[in-house]
């Protein structure tokens, strides 16, 4: 990568897919995975990240800027197209960051592709269910009143999004991400059953950040379970005063963590 930051949108032509990447920053690069709303509350988080690093922020496919596609069909899809992404784009490993569901995405990469990624940060991350078979892991995101579940995504009221700011096209991507949400993540809800096991299998160092203020999580303690089932690779660590969508409360103490996690792997 040149020094000096740069901003650019590109459409990609993948193995599997065409996926939509926007590049903003400067120095060494990251991937970036969006969560459940796609990139449209991701700007200060890119942009605490682009100080430092040259983000590439992945749009993926069916969130209303990438083009959908129907063989696209599950989170399994979603990860090749990230890990696909990381060998055609870049000579070595590099790090790769999800928040909620992209770090299901991340996770299902990074047990896929052991070569791909040299650090791996998830971020409030679902995609794993450690509870019985009866009990619900994740707030159900369509039958819970609005109010409810906002209270439950963010720590705070006065961080939660007015969605009366939105435009026309903002809605409609909204929209996309809604539907793409279900289309991927619906049966069964939020979790991948194979990928607890599969956690293990991970050999690059493994970040996992979560809120002490996350209501929509049900499992209790279930960043350090996560910690659990990677292994000896992993850390977790809690950012105070925040939820579940720690990206949009707090990407300047967020992106100071994962530069602490990068830096400190490299040293």
């Known amino acids: 990568m040149t020094a000096g930051a740069v901003t650019d949108r590109?459409?990609?032509?993948?193995?599997?897919?065409?996926?939509?990447?926007?590049r903003t920053g400067a120095?060494?690069?990251?991937?970036?995975?969006h969560g459940e709303d796609g990139t449209l509350f991701t700007d200060p988080m890119v942009?605490?990240?682009?100080?430092?690093?040259?983000?590439?922020?992945?749009?993926?496919?069916?969130w209303g800027v990438s083009p959908g596609s129907d063989h696209v069909e599950g989170v399994d899809d979603l990860a090749l197209l990230v890990s696909e992404y990381a060998s055609a784009e870049f000579d070595d490993r590099v790090p790769v960051i999800g928040f909620s569901f992209g770090g299901w995405v991340v996770a299902q990469a990074a047990v896929l592709d052991l070569h791909s990624f040299s650090h791996v940060a998830l971020v409030a991350p679902v995609g794993v269910k450690t509870t019985g078979r009866?009990?619900?892991?994740?707030?159900?995101l369509w039958a819970t009143d609005a109010d409810e579940l906002?209270?439950?995504?963010?720590?705070?009221?006065?961080?939660?999004?007015?969605l009366r700011n939105l435009d026309d096209d903002q809605f409609l991507r909204l929209a996309h991400a809604g539907e793409a949400v279900a289309r991927h993540a619906w049966q069964p809800y939020l979790f991948d059953?194979?990928?607890?096991?599969?956690?293990?299998?991970?050999?690059?160092?493994?970040?996992?950040?979560?809120g002490d203020r996350d209501r929509f999580v049900l499992?209790?303690?279930?960043?350090?379970r996560w910690a659990e089932l990677v292994g000896g690779s992993s850390q977790h660590v809690v950012l105070d005063g925040v939820g579940h969508r720690i990206e949009e409360e707090a990407p300047a103490d967020l992106a100071r963590v994962v530069n602490e996690f990068l830096e400190a792997e490299h040293r």
């Not at 897919?17 to 926007?22: A, E, F, G, I, L």
């Not at 120095?27 to 995975?33: D, L, R, T």
């Not at 059953?193 to 950040?209: D, E, G």
Request: charged share 25%; no cysteine; hydrophobic share 35%.
């Open 150 to 162: 906002r209270s439950r995504l963010y720590g705070a009221p006065e961080r939660i999004p007015d």
């Open 47 to 62: 942009e605490a990240l682009g100080q430092h690093r040259t983000v590439h922020l992945v749009h993926l496919p069916g």
């Open 219 to 224: 499992e209790p303690n279930f960043g350090d």
């Open 27 to 33: 120095g060494e690069p990251i991937i970036v995975v």
């Open 10 to 22: 590109r459409s990609v032509d993948l193995p599997t897919s065409t996926m939509t990447v926007d």
């Open 134 to 140: 009866q009990d619900r892991s994740y707030v159900d």
């Open 193 to 210: 059953p194979k990928l607890a096991r599969r956690l293990a299998r991970l050999t690059a160092p493994v970040l996992i950040v979560t």
